[in-house]
């Protein structure tokens, strides 16, 4: 091989693994809109044909009709309200599987009080029929808090109450 023609394999390598990178963050983008648009029904596209779910408490499925019953489920209720910002989406390749890390920010409302979510997804990925999906989707809760309470407790800043820390003197 010449240098050129090693040169050309490298950058064909590095597309190749931009193009990977973008496909994935696409696909973690596409199940958050689903989600907050209420589209149960865009989700099982998402997931492989071993695709399967575990949000610990929340609940858990495997494969397309459990995944497509869990969503239905979750997302069915028309008074229901979540919305998910995700963050950092951090993934390691490795040929057609991969593996994913990412921060959950989320509002949702549960018997009627509002509610701050904050979590990690951990991600398995595999690239099946030349696209990128999820094999398996972990959700990692770091708080789950009406918003009244925040995650703080009585310190916030070194000041003993919030409301001192956040109310003008």
């Known amino acids: 091989m010449t240098d050129l023609e090693a040169r050309v394999a490298a950058l064909e390598s590095e597309v190749r693994a931009l193009q990977d ?67 950092n989406h951090a993934i390691e390749l490795d040929g057609d599987h991969a593996r994913g890390l990412s921060y959950l920010e989320a509002r949702t409302v549960v018997a009627g009080e509002s509610v701050l979510v904050a979590a990690r997804y951990d991600d398995e990925y595999v690239r099946e029929a030349g696209r990128w999906k999820f094999r398996k989707m972990t959700l990692v809760p770091i708080f789950i808090v009406p918003l009244r309470e925040g995650w703080a407790g009585e310190k916030i800043m070194g000041q003993r109450s919030r409301r001192r820390a956040i109310e003008p003197a």
């Open 21 to 87: 990178r973008a496909e994935i963050q696409e696909l973690r983008f596409r199940y958050h809109i689903a989600v907050n648009e209420k589209r149960p029904e865009a989700i099982r596209e998402l997931f492989a044909c071993d695709g399967r779910i575990d949000f610990g408490d929340l609940g858990r499925a495997s494969g397309p009709e459990q995944i497509d019953a869990f969503f239905a489920r979750t997302l069915s209720d028309p008074a229901s309200f979540v919305k998910q910002f995700i963050h």
